[in-house]
């Protein structure tokens, strides 16, 4: 089984008061079946390059949060292909999303992972399974 990371999950283990919840899901047994959407590296180029103008320092700090993205999932970030195009095209006739959202949803649907995100009322009628660490009671 694999989890595909949705950007706030992704985004709330670096910050230092971040969800118990979450930290605890994501270090739990699930390292290897993790997966990063490129558009969620994505998104997170897009908040480094609006903070570097705004807070330089905080940016260069994102980077290299960034940088070790890269190096913890290496093989396991997951571009859009053309078979996620597809399914995206066949969710969104029926189910209209933001077309990041869309294409991380029909990712999650191509691979057959479970979506982890805090967002899970986005994804209702996706036909895609989401967990929310955010809620998980321990």
């Given at each position: ?7 706030n999950v992704v985004s709330e283990v670096r910050k230092r008061n971040g969800s118990s919840h979450v930290k605890d899901w994501i270090g739990g047994a699930h390292g290897p079946t ?105």
């Amino acid at each position: 089984m694999g989890y595909l990371l949705d950007t706030n999950v992704v985004s709330e283990v670096r910050k230092r008061n971040g969800s118990s919840h979450v930290k605890d899901w994501i270090g739990g047994a699930h390292g290897p079946t993790l997966y990063l959407s490129s558009l969620t590296v994505g998104e997170i180029r897009c908040g480094v390059e609006r903070r570097r103008h705004s807070d330089p320092a905080q940016a260069t700090i994102l980077e290299r949060w960034l940088h070790g993205l890269h190096r913890q999932f290496s093989d396991r970030i997951v571009p859009v292909t053309s078979e996620v195009t597809e399914e995206w095209g066949r969710l969104n006739a029926v189910r209209p999303l933001p077309t990041a959202d869309g294409l991380i949803a029909a990712t999650a649907r191509v691979n057959g992972w479970t979506l982890v995100s805090r967002n899970v009322k986005d994804f209702e009628g996706t036909g895609v399974s989401v967990v929310n660490p955010f809620e998980l009671l321990h």
